[in-house]
Each structure stands twice: as structure tokens, then as C-alpha cells.
Nanobody, 116 residues
Framework: QVQLVESGGGSVEAGGSLRLSCAAS????????RGWYRRIAGRERVLVAS???????NYADSVKGRFTISRDNVKNTVTLQMNSLQPEDTGVYYC??????????WGQGTQVTVLS
């Protein structure tokens, strides 16, 4: 079992920045995928960004050029730097880990609100 704990959400004016961090409770060996998802009220979670254990990156089109995902395999953390935030970026952000056998782990979610 792996626990994921997010931090760094909050409220910011449009054009501002926030940095989300997610710490895993233990090292996950083997190939795995870390990512951030966003949920808007009444909708499914959608992928914002992901990074594989080998460093391959994937971003939603809406955040390309504004968000940067990174990971520290020694500290078991993944970070999402969000710049030039817009009101449509508002939502609950969830940290995700997909391990090598296909098990998904989720954090509790952190609220991001961008004020227009």
C-alpha cells in the first residue's frame, strides 16, 4: 500500500502561480507513472500531466507551456509547477501513482482556485 499526500493548493489571481507537491509514503520499485489529475464539480478526473519513472512527460493540451511536472525518485515526490494560471484551471487536483502491476493510488486532493 502507498499513501500519497498532496500540498500546495490554494487561491490565486489569474496570471499567478502555484506549486503542488505530492509525497509518497514509500519507494515504489520498478516502472511506474506519477501524475496529476484535475476534477471539476460533477465531472470525471482528467489528466493534467504525468511523468514516467524514465522521465517521459505528458501534458494536457490546455496546460502545455504553462505547467511543469517533475519528480524526485530519491525523495519519492512529484511536483507540479503551475504558471500563468487561468480561471479554467480551477478544480481539485489529485496526485496519482500507477505502479508496475497496474494498481492506481490517489491522494486526497487539494483545491486550486484561480480568481478572475
Amino acid at each position: 500500500q502507498v499513501q500519497l499526500v498532496e500540498s500546495g493548493g490554494g487561491s490565486v489571481e489569474a496570471g499567478g502561480s502555484l506549486r503542488l507537491s505530492c509525497a509518497a509514503s514509500r519507494i515504489v520499485f520498478g516502472v511506474n507513472l506519477r501524475g496529476w489529475y484535475r476534477r471539476i464539480a460533477g465531472r470525471e478526473r482528467v489528466l493534467v500531466a504525468s511523468i514516467s519513472s524514465g522521465g517521459s512527460l505528458n501534458y494536457a493540451d490546455s496546460v502545455k507551456g504553462r505547467f511543469t511536472i517533475s519528480r524526485d525518485n530519491v525523495k519519492n515526490t512529484v511536483t507540479l509547477q503551475m504558471n500563468s494560471l487561468q480561471p479554467e484551471d480551477t478544480g481539485v487536483y489529485y496526485c496519482n501513482l500507477l505502479d508496475r502491476v497496474g494498481i492506481n493510488y490517489w491522494g486526497q486532493g487539494t483545491q486550486v482556485t484561480v480568481l478572475s
